[in-house]
């Protein structure tokens, strides 16, 4: 991929149909096909710009030539007292499984320190158990600081 360059781009209704033809690949293992994508382009994903529009989430796509092969979205968390400065919390990175060891991850995750900088955060946080991929946190200046039990509701 070293003649492949790799740009980021914020997600937005104008781009929104490029971010779901990726989630369909990912969640079905292979990409859309051209006639697939043109009618997707048609959809109006109107649940999902509203969710593009709420204050302090962001969404961005990795693109390589022409198509979206990896996202990162997060969260900015207000804190109150002693910081009075947030903490940008990422919620998922993922890449196609052919870009990865690639360089995608890891641009996408400085886009991440991109955010906590423009936002004045104090730092950047993410919980994982993924092994491979806590090794690209480590690339990017992270480090195991505790161990948490992770837990939702059933609802929701």
């Avoid at 996202?71 to 196609?96: C, F, N, Q, S």
């Avoid at 900088?117 to 200046?141: F, S, W």
Wanted: net charge positive; proline share 2%.
């Amino acid at each position: 991929m070293e003649n492949e360059k790799i740009t980021i781009e914020k997600v937005s209704k104008e781009n929104y149909h490029m971010f779901d033809d990726m989630v369909a690949w990912r969640i079905s293992g292979v990409e859309r096909s051209v006639e697939e994508k043109k009618l997707n382009k048609q959809t109006v994903f109107s649940d999902a710009y509203i969710q593009l529009g709420q204050q302090g989430f962001y969404a961005f796509a990795a693109k390589v030539e022409g198509r979206y092969v990896g996202w990162i979205t997060m969260i900015l968390t207000p804190k109150i007292g002693k910081w009075h400065r947030g903490i940008v919390y990422v919620d998922e990175v993922w890449t196609a499984p052919v870009y990865r060891r690639k360089g995608v991850a890891f641009a996408l995750m400085q886009k991440a320190f991109d955010v906590a900088n423009e936002t004045n955060a104090v730092k950047v946080r993410l919980y994982t158990d993924n092994i491979p991929a806590q090794r690209l946190y480590e690339k990017c200046g992270f480090k195991v600081t505790n161990h948490a039990v992770f837990m939702e509701s059933n609802e929701g």
